[in-house]
Every structure is written in structure tokens, then in C-alpha cells.
């Protein structure tokens, strides 16, 4: 048994449409004036002409500290390396150090970790290699309350950990890649190196990536790459002799802002080289 439902004039008269629907044109936001508010140059106008010249809002003041960071360079305290690069890590800005094995790759990471880490900043270290060790880093003066290490599995992870930690505001991350073949055995793809210097920018995080071999492309600011490294050793005839260090020279291969070709020699010594040894 079927019910037939009654027909109603109202059923369709609410799905009744215009034959022509006129749009309607949203008013236009009111204008905002840039620079300084109305109270601030209000309050300016009524001070005296020195007192006045140093009245900053809160928004001023925040652009200025944001700007002089950005500006600022996060030094390696390795003379060559700061040289060649214009005075260091610049941030917001990716640098790609590219060497072979026993050059001094990674000194060149635990000098940069000392010392953002000394002056009080927050440094994250992203170990594919598993080449970092804390005591050894402890005694080259890293300062571990301040560094988040991280070990990662594969290349993809290691992207995706630097690009997060860029995000939570650490002021220099590090990507070492560690010794070919990496592992994982998979490059990440370009758009990830893409995205990460991004959120550099965005953050203005200093980030170093170490690796055997080129691998973010056009994305980084500058590329250093290590031509040669001799062995130093203390000691000398037929006594056993101890490895001091290593002398390294590197080359400024690309860089968007200097001249590449620049050249430099650095000596990468060990913790018990550089102390003053008794009758020396």
C-alpha cells in the first residue's frame, strides 16, 4: 500500500531561484597606514626630539631584533672556513660542505655545534653517519644541554627531522650524511632540499648539511668542498706517534653571493693536540 504525499504550493516556491543573480561587490578593507601607529607619533610629538628618536613600538622593535638576527652569521670559529663563506653560517641560509672520507668533514661540523652552542643558542644534529659521539664533542667544548641530537635511518628521515627542528625555532641545525653509500640507500628527492631551505628562510635557521657528495642542489647559498687533507703527527724517529690532526684546504665551489675559486687552508687539530704539552 502506497501513501501519496499532498502538493503544496510552498514546496516550490523556497526552490525558486531568480532568473538572474546580481553580485554583490564586497566593500574594500579600510587602509591600513604603513609605518608607525597614529598613538606612537602621537606620543613622539609631544617628547622632546632626543627622547623621541628612541620611542620604538612593540612592532618596530620586533621587526628590528628580526632583521638584525637574519643578518647576523653564525661563526665556525674556523678562520678559513668563516673567510671563505664571508664570516660564517649565515642564517636562514643552507651551506653544503662536500668531502671525502678522513678530510676533516666532520670537524668542521663539531667546530660549528662548539660554537653556536658557547653562545648560548640552540643546535640540533642530525647523525645519519652515527659518527657523533658526546664525550668526544663534550671535550672539543659542545655544550650537550644546548645540542638535540637526533639519528635518523634513512635520508628521507633526516630531511623531514631538519626541516621539523628548523620549524621549532633551533637556531642551527645540521644534516651530516655521513660516509657513501649512505644509508638507506635513497637520495631525497629535489623538492624536499627545496622545502627545507624554505623553512630556513622562513625560520632564519643557519643549517650546514655534510655529505660525500653534492646533494641539495641549487637550494644552498654555497658549496665548500674539501680538495685534499694531509695526516699531522706528534712524535718523530722510531717512537710511536700520535695523530694531531689533519691540514685540509678548501675550495668555494658555488656561492649566490662571492666569487667562487676562493681557497683556504685549514688545520683541523684534536683536543689533545691543541693543549701545551710539559717542556714544549
Known amino acids: 500500500m502506497a501513501a501519496i504525499a499532498p ?3 510552498t514546496q516550490f516556491q523556497l526552490l525558486e531561484l531568480p ?10 578593507p579600510p587602509p591600513v597606514e604603513p609605518g608607525q601607529s597614529e598613538a606612537v607619533r602621537h606620543l613622539r610629538s609631544t617628547l622632546d626630539a632626543a627622547i623621541a628618536a628612541k620611542v ?25 672556513i668563516d673567510t671563505l663563506l664571508g664570516g660564517g653560517l649565515r642564517r636562514g641560509k643552507v651551506v653544503e660542505l662536500v668531502a671525502r672520507r678522513a678530510s676533516g668533514r666532520f670537524s668542521v661540523v663539531l667546530s660549528a655545534l662548539t660554537a653556536a652552542t658557547s653562545i648560548g643558542e640552540a643546535a640540533a644534529l642530525i647523525d645519519l653517519g652515527d659518527h657523533f659521539d658526546p664525550q668526544v664533542a663534550e671535550e672539543d667544548g659542545v655544550d650537550l644541554e644546548r645540542l638535540l641530537w637526533v639519528r635518523p635511518h634513512s635520508m628521507k628521515q633526516a630531511v623531514m627531522a631538519a626541516e621539523m627542528l628548523t620549524a621549532t625555532g ?7 650524511a655521513g660516509l657513501h653509500p649512505l644509508r638507506g640507500k635513497r637520495r631525497a628527492p629535489d623538492a624536499a632540499w627545496v622545502r627545507l631551505a624554505r623553512a630556513a628562510e622562513a625560520h ?4 650546514l648539511v655534510s655529505s660525500p657528495y653534492a646533494l641539495t642542489g641549487t637550494t644552498s647559498e654555497g658549496v665548500l668542498r674539501a680538495e685534499f687533507a694531509h695526516a699531522q703527527w706528534l712524535g718523530k724517529g ?3 706517534r700520535l695523530l694531531a690532526g689533519v691540514t685540509a684546504q678548501f675550495v668555494l665551489e658555488r656561492h649566490r653571493h662571492m666569487r667562487p675559486g676562493s ?6 687539530l684534536t683536543a689533545d693536540s691543541r693543549q701545551p704539552r710539559a717542556g714544549s
Do not use: H, N, Y
Not at 532568473?19 to 574594500?28: A, T
Not at 620604538?56 to 652569521?73: G, K, N
Not at 681557497?263 to 683541523?268: G, H
Open 170 to 176: 633551533f637556531q642551527l641545525v645540521v644534516l651530516d
Open 56 to 80: 620604538t613600538s612593540a612592532t618596530e622593535l620586533i621587526r628590528a631584533l628580526d632583521q638584525s638576527r637574519r643578518d647576523e652569521s653564525l661563526p665556525t670559529t674556523l678562520p678559513a
Open 238 to 240: 722510531k717512537a710511536p
Open 19 to 28: 532568473s538572474r543573480i546580481q553580485p554583490v561587490l564586497v566593500p574594500p
Open 263 to 268: 681557497k683556504a687552508t685549514c688545520a683541523l
Open 204 to 207: 632564519g635557521t643557519a643549517m
Open 7 to 9: 502538493r503544496l504550493q
